[in-house]
């Protein structure tokens, strides 16, 4: 059976997900495109088959598909919130939070200021990710825990100051939320461990899955609670409200996707 097509299918259940919450939460303050619902899926759909072809991800073994799904994920997730961040021109007033690099809830409008700190974050993430994947598995069982409970919420730490750099000069500090990310990650990381040995195959896996479950409590959760950049701003699209609905099952499908390739990795299927 030929891999390459069962990484593209993952790679477009990984970001059918994730244009369906971006979506539930945003539609009724921005209105609906198939061009913005499409951008995750069609970014998803090229990121998996590269990471199963550059790192040998084998999708036809739960195990693999595991971690391809979630590698896949987290990936797509930092490349579009580097672009949103970073890189895209965009009017910031129609947001309560800015989406662009701000510094205490001002947007920085200088491009060489944006990019400059834009390539310092991008060089600090692979330094991070490349110091992860050169790290060696200890011989003690101790120590082994320890390494993996560092590496395994490494991705989460990242997210939680980018979001408290981001939300809190607007919403205050929150140290559960800040917390959560990391938290989170670990407890998928020590699941995922038991699939893949190198480190950043763990971690940025975990991220990816803890984006996915923290996206889907706030979105599902609360579905009438505005996300924290539209707080306070106007539904200017009411109608979304109803038909959002509507893709609330491919949504619930690929959890189940996702679930029962966890429970046929468990099993060693």
Same mark, same amino acid.
């Given at each position: 059976?030929?891999?390459?097509?069962?990484?593209?299918?993952l790679?477009?259940?990984? %970001?059918?997900?994730?244009?369906?919450?971006?979506?539930?939460?945003?539609?009724?303050?921005?209105?609906?495109?198939?061009?913005?619902?499409?951008?995750?899926?069609?970014?998803?759909?090229? &990121?998996?088959?590269? $990471?199963?072809?550059?790192?040998?991800?084998?999708?036809?073994?739960?195990?693999?598909?595991?971690?391809?799904?979630?590698?896949?994920?987290?990936?797509?997730?930092?490349?579009?919130?580097?672009?949103?961040?970073?890189l895209?021109?965009?009017?910031?007033?129609?947001?309560?939070?800015?989406?662009?690099?701000?510094?205490? %809830?001002?947007?920085?409008?200088?491009?060489r200021?944006?990019?400059?700190v834009?390539?310092?974050?991008?060089?600090?993430?692979?330094?991070?990710?490349?110091?992860?994947?050169?790290?060696?598995?200890?011989?003690?069982?101790?120590?082994?825990w $320890?390494?993996?409970?560092a590496?395994?919420?490494?991705?989460?730490?990242?997210?939680?100051?980018?979001?408290?750099?981001?939300?809190?000069?607007?919403? %205050?500090?929150?140290?559960?939320?800040?917390?959560?990310?990391?938290? &989170?990650?670990?407890?998928w990381? $020590?699941? &995922?461990?038991?699939?893949?040995?190198?480190?950043?195959?763990?971690a940025l896996?975990?991220?990816?899955?803890?984006?996915?479950? &923290?996206?889907?409590?706030?979105?599902?959760?609360?579905?009438?609670?505005?996300?924290?950049?539209?707080?306070?701003?106007?539904?200017?699209?009411?109608?979304?409200l109803?038909?959002?609905?509507?893709?609330?099952?491919?949504?619930?499908?690929v959890?189940?996707?996702?679930?029962?390739?966890?429970?046929?990795?468990?099993?060693?299927?």
């Amino acid at each position: 059976m030929s891999t390459l097509p069962l990484a593209l299918g993952l790679g477009l259940a990984a %970001g059918a997900h994730t244009a369906t919450w971006g979506m539930y939460k945003d539609a009724p303050h921005e209105g609906f495109t198939w061009r913005r619902y499409a951008r995750s899926i069609l970014l998803s759909g090229a &990121i998996a088959p590269a $990471l199963h072809l550059a790192l040998g991800l084998d999708p036809t073994h739960a195990a693999g598909a595991v971690v391809l799904f979630g590698l896949t994920y987290a990936c797509e997730r930092g490349l579009v919130e580097f672009y949103k961040t970073f890189l895209r021109e965009q009017d910031q007033s129609k947001y309560t939070i800015p989406m662009q690099f701000a510094v205490f %809830g001002r947007v920085v409008e200088s491009r060489r200021a944006r990019y400059t700190v834009g390539a310092a974050v991008a060089a600090l993430a692979l330094a991070l990710a490349a110091a992860v994947w050169r790290l060696p598995q200890p011989e003690s069982p101790p120590a082994r825990w $320890l390494v993996l409970a560092a590496a395994g919420s490494a991705g989460g730490w990242f997210s939680a100051f980018g979001g408290a750099w981001k939300d809190a000069p607007i919403e %205050g500090f929150d140290w559960f939320k800040f917390f959560r990310s990391p938290g &989170i990650a670990l407890g998928w990381a $020590l699941v &995922i461990s038991r699939f893949a040995g190198n480190y950043l195959l763990i971690a940025l896996p975990a991220l990816g899955y803890t984006i996915m479950t &923290i996206e889907t409590y706030k979105t599902f959760f609360f579905p009438n609670e505005p996300r924290g950049k539209f707080a306070g701003k106007p539904v200017l699209f009411p109608g979304m409200l109803g038909w959002r609905k509507r893709f609330v099952p491919l949504y619930a499908a690929v959890w189940a996707l996702v679930v029962g390739l966890f429970v046929a990795a468990l099993m060693g299927e």
